[in-house]
């Protein structure tokens, strides 16, 4: 199996288009934040739905830290994973999404019923947790928002695209789910497993 992206290169860094953060002439705000383009294909024998999820594994783990004036994030202080996307139930008819169909621009308080492919679910990312105090943003945020990485931050992050095939056609979560449920609700189900990464940062003096 594979995936692929036409969107970015593998590797390399993702365009500010299918970020949800980018700079902008006072400082940093909310990016096009479209989907990006993904395809996938050669799937094994006894496929039956396909999983995505969107990982970044770069993220700090002193938020107090993120945005601080003066403070600057050092790149070994210890990371957690922040997901990005989640949708379970993809049918096996489908072996791509165009770029911008599942997400394009940043909707506040989230986006309550994304696009994406007919039969497919999609769950609750983690800007759910990120917003939950700020009163003009918070709410569930379901679906594709891409990266927002803090701008004082000294690590370049990674964004993990990973697609699994499994054996089963419907997979057990509930409506309002979120990547970890997806994946303890995967096991002993995936056939496979393909990865693809992007990278990203907001600090200039990040290097690829």
């Not at 365009?15 to 993904?38: I, M, S």
């Not at 999609?122 to 947790?129: E, F, I, R």
């Not at 995967?186 to 497993?193: I, K, R, S, T, Y």
Request: charged share 20%; hydrophobic share 40%; glycine share 10%.
């Amino acid at each position: 199996m594979y995936i692929r992206s036409d969107s970015f290169e593998h590797r390399q860094r993702i365009p500010a288009e299918f970020a949800a953060g980018q700079a902008t002439a006072d400082g940093f705000g909310f990016a096009p934040n479209r989907n990006p383009h993904l395809a996938w294909g050669d799937a094994p024998a006894g496929t039956k739905s396909f999983v995505l999820l969107c990982v970044d594994p770069d993220v700090p783990t002193e938020p107090e830290m993120v945005g601080k004036p003066g403070v600057l994030i050092p790149s070994e202080q210890p990371r957690c994973d922040f997901v990005h996307w989640a949708m379970v139930d993809i049918p096996t008819s489908v072996s791509q999404i165009v770029a911008g169909s599942c997400s394009d621009g940043v909707v506040p308080h989230g986006k309550t019923r994304p696009a994406g492919p007919e039969g497919a679910r999609q769950g609750m990312n983690d800007y759910t947790g990120w917003f939950a105090e700020d009163a003009s943003l918070a709410g569930d945020w379901f679906g594709y928002d891409g990266p927002f990485p803090p701008p004082n931050d000294l690590r370049l992050h990674r964004y993990f695209f990973r697609l699994f095939a499994l054996d089963i056609d419907h997979l057990p979560v509930p409506d309002r789910f979120t990547a970890a449920q997806a994946t303890k609700a995967m096991h002993g189900h995936v056939l496979d497993e393909v990865a693809i990464y992007g990278t990203y940062s907001l600090n200039a003096s990040v290097k690829d």
